[in-house]
């Protein structure tokens, strides 16, 4: 489903060589962040590259999906420092016509395979709204981090169940397994296969909601008949005063404190980088201030 080409204006910037420097992941580890190319989505990207080189010790690979535009600033900057980023096209039009952006994570683990090198063995997915504490630990089979809201009941996914001709037996007798999201660890020898069913199940829903590619993953997983693994590596910020006791912290949501919201367009994103305010030591809050500071310098430096 995906051709693995680039956008021809922008090839000559792109790197051409993965590098996997030691950590205390496995080696055969890559971890990739999907993307679009917008100042909302490449500042994260930006984020993303610092808390995974200085927490995790790893440089990751980011696919930013095409809005045919010039690549925006942050993910030239990514480069500069020795980042790896890579344009991909945009998948975010379904087989029915609509925009769903999240239909691009599949993508990406689809382009993602065409870029491992040989000794890769795992493909850890993330969002561009993640950061490191420390190197996460991941299994080798299939897996994604647990998620207590996730509800395979709804009639949305019913529906899309149907579609995909799934028994509804075969969705209770995987049961806790497919509540998961980002972080995901895709083994390679099924990363290309999973993707094209991942992109099937996504098209199979009736108008989306953001979170139903969490639950075509989980549907795409039983059609091909692999288990899931659940991880609970991350955590997110719908407590950003909570302590921060995770490897990974999603910030997808935000109070009046801080919000990634506020930074979307291009004006706006430019100021992320402004001190942010004070939190509890400790807390979720406080470590991502922590790093916005650290990144803001890092860059700077360059």
Not at 19 to 35: E, F, G, N, W, Y
Not at 138 to 149: A, M, Q, V
Not at 175 to 191: D, F, H, I
Not at 269 to 287: C, H, K, N, Y
């Amino acid at each position: 489903m995906a051709d693995g080409r680039t956008s021809d204006s922008l090839a000559l910037i792109l790197t051409t060589e993965l590098r996997h420097p030691r950590c205390q992941m496995d080696d055969k580890t890559l971890i990739v962040v999907s993307a679009e190319n917008n100042p909302y989505m490449a500042w994260q990207c930006k984020l993303f590259h610092f808390s995974c080189t200085t927490r995790a010790d790893r440089t990751p690979l980011i696919i930013a999906h095409d809005t045919e535009t010039e690549l925006h600033p942050d993910f030239e900057e990514i480069l500069k420092v020795g980042g790896q980023v890579r344009i991909a096209p945009n998948y975010k039009q379904t087989a029915r016509g609509d925009i769903y952006p999240p239909r691009n994570t599949p993508a990406t683990l689809l382009h993602a395979v065409d870029l491992c090198q040989e000794q890769i063995q795992s493909i850890v997915l993330c969002d561009p709204d993640m950061i490191f504490v420390r190197a996460p630990q991941f299994p080798s089979t299939l897996s994604g981090d647990y998620c207590s809201y996730m509800n395979y009941d709804l009639e949305c996914v019913d529906e899309a169940r149907a579609v995909l001709r799934i028994s509804p037996g075969s969705i209770a007798e995987a049961g806790e397994s497919l509540r998961c999201g980002v972080p995901y660890s895709v083994p390679t020898k099924v990363a290309r296969r999973l993707g094209n069913a991942w992109i099937e199940a996504i098209d199979a829903f009736p108008p989306r909601k953001w979170e139903d590619v969490m639950y075509a993953f989980g549907l795409a997983a039983i059609r091909l008949g692999l288990e899931v693994t659940l991880t609970r590596v991350a955590e997110h910020n719908y407590w950003p005063q909570a302590m921060a006791k995770a490897d990974v912290i999603h910030y997808c949501y935000g109070d009046e404190a801080w919000n990634k919201r506020q930074y979307f367009r291009e004006d706006q994103a430019r100021g992320v980088w402004e001190s942010p305010g004070e939190a509890q030591p400790g807390t979720i809050l406080s470590e991502i201030f922590s790093q916005i500071r650290e990144a803001r310098e890092f860059y700077s430096s360059f």
